[in-house]
């Protein structure tokens, strides 16, 4: 699969979107301004302890006090705390993790009072950003993301990604680690490093430990609540996690992000460090590539496949709910049983592309088509599965229920990803709306080629507003008419009528009667 990572950035804002062979995979909105990235780690104070929710409120700087659950606690934390304290005393050297004498671990069904007072200050680390009303919910659990490992400080425990198979594998990473790490710091090896040599998986254990010396040295002269450390930035955190050999473009419109992106990659991937281009082009970046007109027709309620199947997208409080259409994608060849596994199965890739694509989370509720078969049920069960084994965020899924429905659960750790798609309507003056005017020559063939195909029509007139006219017709041997003609074998008429409005437009038979569609 070839990916290609397009980044556009503005004064305040960057986006980011991910294209797995052309599609739009993901997009991302980093603000300049976001003080409360994940993996940030902050000096916290305990503004309120809740032992009716076994849970906190730390203070962290933000608007919303910060929720802490004695399960995000960590084992260690009795550790951390001492640790910090330690660290944040302005005589004497810094503590050393490598000598210090780790503390018990703390009950799994304890209660928070006992191991946290109102006031106290505590080193916490962002596990989901600020949603909605709510402040960010945090963990004490604190751990470091590099290209190949994560660290674990006051653990001393390896351990693998399940993805890697091999027990050689698995044998030689385990001990390797255990040779170069140091005491005290838990190591997560990530699936990744599998195959990979010595000198580069030291040399991420290496940077990893420095960002937690850099840590410990800037505890002493901070005052609570304060950022000690900021995780990656979204690019360069996503150029982390998914860079590999499948990766074959970094396109961006601006010097100083190109540099910062070269840089970054040397370090990690210093053989990919051409992939990085800077884009110069008069056209924003995002219509040069395609990625605008795949934003508009993926996003709002409505999201039509090319073969005329198509999903409603609603989002309530609790949940987010997907409806599964066929639309007028009938073969007439196959029973109804068929068709509903076909239309099922082109709507689970979709699906597991929205899930990414609009980072959407917590409970999703699927009603596909209805399947009497269970092997059926099974086939789309697998397959929504397949697709889904792409997403980097953890998730669940439940076979079908006799309903029809498959229920998933998505982690959710920053709010959803939201674009209008919806224009202003040129003929009422902006009243009413209309789907994105730059999708409307895709609609248009979509049903042409289900006239043709599906309704076996002779011959086609189409009736649209003399702009849209012009834009069809132009040019006598490569207008988009003549390549509708040449893909469907059969002959196309366009005709112009000055009272439509902009992106109206009408089908008629041999005979001159409308077709509906």
């Given amino acids: 699969m070839e990916k290609e990572l397009i980044i556009d950035s503005f004064k305040n804002e960057v986006d980011i979107a991910l294209l797995e062979d052309k599609f739009l995979a993901e997009l991302h909105k980093e603000k300049l301004d976001n003080n409360y990235a994940v993996g940030d780690v902050y000096l916290g104070r305990v503004r309120k302890i809740m032992p009716g929710l076994n849970a906190a409120f730390v203070d962290v700087g933000y608007e919303k006090d910060a929720f802490l659950h004695y399960l995000d606690l960590g084992p260690q934390v ?56 709510k402040g960010p919910r945090i963990s004490s659990e604190i751990s470091f993301a590099g290209r190949y490992l994560v660290l674990v400080p006051f653990s001393n425990r390896i351990s693998i990604s399940q993805k890697i198979k091999s027990i050689d594998e698995r044998n030689r990473l385990k001990r390797l680690i255990q040779s170069i790490k140091p005491n005290n710091m838990g190591v997560i090896i990530r699936t990744v490093a599998e195959n990979k040599l010595v000198s580069d998986l030291d040399a991420d254990l290496k940077s990893l430990i420095k960002k937690w010396s850099i840590l410990t040295r800037k505890l002493r002269s901070l005052k609570p609540p304060n950022k000690v450390i900021s995780e990656l930035d979204r690019t360069s955190a996503l150029l982390r996690d998914i860079l590999n050999e499948s990766f074959h473009n970094v396109h961006v419109n601006d010097p100083d992000l190109y540099e910062e992106i070269r840089n970054f990659i040397s370090k990690i991937a210093p053989q990919k460090i051409d992939i990085v281009k800077l884009y110069k082009g008069k056209a924003p970046i995002f219509e040069h590539f395609g990625v605008d007109k795949q934003i508009k027709s993926s996003f709002g309620k409505n999201v039509t496949i090319k073969s005329g199947v198509y999903l409603i997208i609603e989002h309530t409080e609790a949940l987010h709910v997907i409806d599964v259409n066929s639309g007028h994608r009938v073969n007439k060849n196959n029973t109804q049983e068929i068709n509903a596994l076909e239309v099922n199965i082109e709507a689970a890739i979709e699906i597991a592309r929205q899930l990414r694509l609009r980072d959407m989370g917590g409970i999703i509720v699927v009603d596909f088509i209805d399947m009497v078969e269970s092997k059926h049920r099974r086939e789309l069960f697998q397959k929504l599965k397949e697709e889904m084994s792409r997403d980097r965020a953890k998730h669940n899924i439940l076979p079908p229920s ?106 008629y038979d041999q005979n001159g009667e409308e077709l509906k569609i």
Avoid at 109 to 123: A, C, D, E, R, Y
Avoid at 412 to 422: A, D, G, K, N, S
Wanted: with cysteine; charged share 25%.
């Fill in 78 to 133: 009795k550790s951390l705390n001492k640790f910090g304290r330690m660290a944040m005393t302005p005589k004497g050297p810094s503590p050393d993790i490598s000598n210090f004498k780790l503390e018990s671990d703390i009950e799994k069904t304890g209660k928070i009072s006992n191991v946290l007072k109102t006031n106290q200050q505590v080193i916490v680390q962002i596990a989901k950003e600020p949603i909605s009303t």
């Fill in 402 to 507: 006799k309903f029809g429905l498959v229920q998933i659960t998505r982690q959710r750790v920053r709010p959803e990803m939201t674009i209008e798609t919806l224009e202003k309507c040129p003929a009422c003056g902006g009243t009413g709306k209309i789907r994105a005017s730059i999708i409307i020559i895709d609609e248009i063939e979509n049903n042409i080629r289900y006239l043709v195909q599906e309704q076996n029509e002779k011959k086609i007139s189409l009736e649209v507003h003399p702009f849209l006219h012009a834009y069809l017709t132009k040019g006598m041997f490569s207008s988009i008419q003549t390549k509708w003609q040449r893909k469907l074998g059969k002959k196309i008429l366009i005709k112009k009528n000055s009272s439509f409005h902009f992106l109206e437009y009408h089908f």
